[in-house]
């Protein structure tokens, strides 16, 4: 109330999940708050409580998605595929469940095992990854360093990522693409839908705006 008595700037803001509700939700949105970011992490309850120890149920995204959307508020859900012993099937239910629930700006990003955490140490444990270092070598847009079954598919999968999000009718064309490696066409589709489909709607960008940016990234990552 405080801010949104003193200032009409509009702002972004993390929530949790389980949190959330309808008096919150309200308050954020007249305060002036555009958007709400929450971790999902996994479409799949299982992977989300035992792996990545996140206890909060599919039910319970779905009734803060409902309540967001009463009050008018637009929500980024923040994902993870590629995630230690992970299932193909699992990283596209993943994205079928940003979609199931309306995510407005969905997020995805391929897990990467950082130094003392309990998962990488895990995975460490299970022969997954080699070593445990400060330098990956890898980012979370580009490639995995986890060694196990379909991982080569969940990395294309990712490439595919925005596309899917976007147009969820796509997944069967993509299933088909993923079977196959085009890294250079691959990482192109990937950046174009990024600014396309994720960052212009996260910033509200014009579509000259997100022009500029894409190629500042361009020369960034090259």
């Known amino acids: 109330e405080a801010y949104g008595s003193k200032f009409r700037i509009p702002f972004y803001c993390n929530v949790r999940a389980d949190q959330m509700n309808e008096e919150l939700a309200f308050a954020l949105k007249d305060a002036g708050c555009y958007l709400v970011s929450f971790g999902l ?26 309540i967001l959307k009463k009050a008018g508020l637009r929500f980024a859900a923040t994902n993870m595929v590629g995630l230690p012993n992970e299932s193909l099937e699992d990283a596209i239910r993943t994205l079928q469940f940003n979609v199931e629930i309306g995510a407005d700006v969905p997020w995805v990003s391929l897990y990467q095992p950082f130094p003392k955490t309990h998962l990488a140490e895990k995975a460490l444990e299970e022969g997954l990854i080699k070593k445990l270092d400060d330098n990956l070598g890898y980012d979370i ?4 360093r986890l060694c196990q079954p ?11 990522a925005f596309v899917v999000l976007k147009f969820p009718q796509s997944i069967s064309l993509v299933r088909k693409l993923i079977k196959r490696d085009h890294p250079v066409l691959y990482y192109y589709i990937h950046r174009v839908t990024y600014f396309w ?8 960008m014009s579509w000259r705006r997100v022009i500029i940016e894409a190629f500042a990234a361009m020369r960034y990552y090259s």
Do not use: M, P
């Open 141 to 144: 847009h580009t490639d995995s």
């Open 41 to 66: 992490e996994s479409g799949v309850e299982k992977i989300r409580t035992e792996v990545l120890k996140k206890n909060v149920t599919n039910e319970r995204f779905r009734q803060t998605a409902d």
């Open 150 to 160: 379909e991982i080569d598919e969940i990395v294309r999968l990712h490439k595919f």
């Open 197 to 204: 489909f994720y960052f212009r709607r996260e910033r509200l």
